[in-house]
């Protein structure tokens, strides 16, 4: 009995804990996009634009390469879904794999480009990308029915400066 009480609990937590992280980036994305005239906003905004260069430091990503665009993926490190990885493809070949708390960057020909990421569902991002842009996606993980369901959403170069990340050193697998 103690064993399923355990077992509840751990899935109640995981449930919780992927639509917590759900909401909170519904909410820093709803707060960022609305503005407003008053003096306190204009203040918060430029002490955000402030910490956001301060933090510029914790990420370091360059220029895109000349007639390229970049896309820096990125994972923040969460404690649900921390056991598992994923690898991030363009049609069927591996460009990187995400582990929890860690980015890479590919470097892509400007135009339309679909990248995909699958465990127990597949969730496929397309994007117009421009060259010398550089663009950014966040990879969470929702809750599935047997396994953890991983999402690529486009986000922000301030979402990616919020924690420090690592450099993902982990290779990407093509799908077969």
Same mark, same amino acid.
């Given at each position: 009995?103690?064993?399923? !009480?355990?077992?509840?609990?751990?899935?109640? +937590?995981?449930?919780?804990?992927?639509?917590?992280?759900?909401?909170?980036?519904?909410?820093?994305?709803?707060?960022? %996009?609305? %503005?407003?005239?008053?003096?306190?906003?204009?203040?918060? %905004?430029?002490?955000?634009?402030?910490?956001?260069?301060?933090?510029?430091?914790?990420?370091?990503?360059?220029?895109?390469?000349?007639?390229?665009?970049?896309?820096?993926?990125?994972?923040? %490190?969460?404690?649900?879904?921390?056991?598992?990885?994923?690898?991030?493809?363009?049609?069927?070949?591996?460009?990187?794999?995400?582990?929890?708390?860690?980015?890479?960057?590919?470097?892509?020909?400007?135009?339309?480009?679909?990248?995909?990421?699958?465990?127990?569902?597949?969730?496929?991002?397309?994007?117009?990308?421009?060259?010398?842009? +550089?663009?950014?996606?966040?990879?969470?993980?929702?809750?599935?029915?047997?396994?953890?369901?991983?999402?690529?959403?486009?986000?922000?170069?301030?979402?990616?400066?919020? !924690?420090?990340?690592?450099?993902? !050193?982990?290779?990407?697998?093509?799908? !077969?």
């Amino acid at each position: 009995m103690k064993h399923l !009480k355990t077992i509840a609990a751990l899935a109640l +937590t995981f449930a919780l804990g992927a639509t917590g992280a759900y909401a909170q980036s519904n909410e820093s994305a709803s707060s960022s %996009s609305s %503005s407003s005239s008053s003096s306190s906003s204009s203040s918060s %905004s430029a002490s955000a634009s402030e910490s956001v260069q301060a933090a510029a430091k914790l990420n370091e990503i360059g220029a895109p390469p000349e007639g390229k665009a970049q896309i820096v993926f990125f994972r923040p %490190s969460r404690f649900v879904g921390a056991a598992v990885s994923f690898s991030v493809r363009e049609g069927d070949t591996g460009i990187g794999k995400l582990t929890n708390g860690t980015y890479f960057v590919h470097v892509a020909e400007p135009g339309t480009r679909e990248y995909n990421i699958s465990f127990e569902a597949r969730d496929t991002l397309r994007l117009e990308v421009e060259a010398g842009e +550089t663009y950014y996606v966040i990879q969470s993980i929702g809750v599935g029915v047997v396994a953890a369901r991983p999402n690529l959403t486009p986000s922000s170069e301030e979402a990616f400066q919020e !924690k420090k990340l690592k450099l993902t !050193k982990a290779k990407a697998t093509d799908r !077969k």
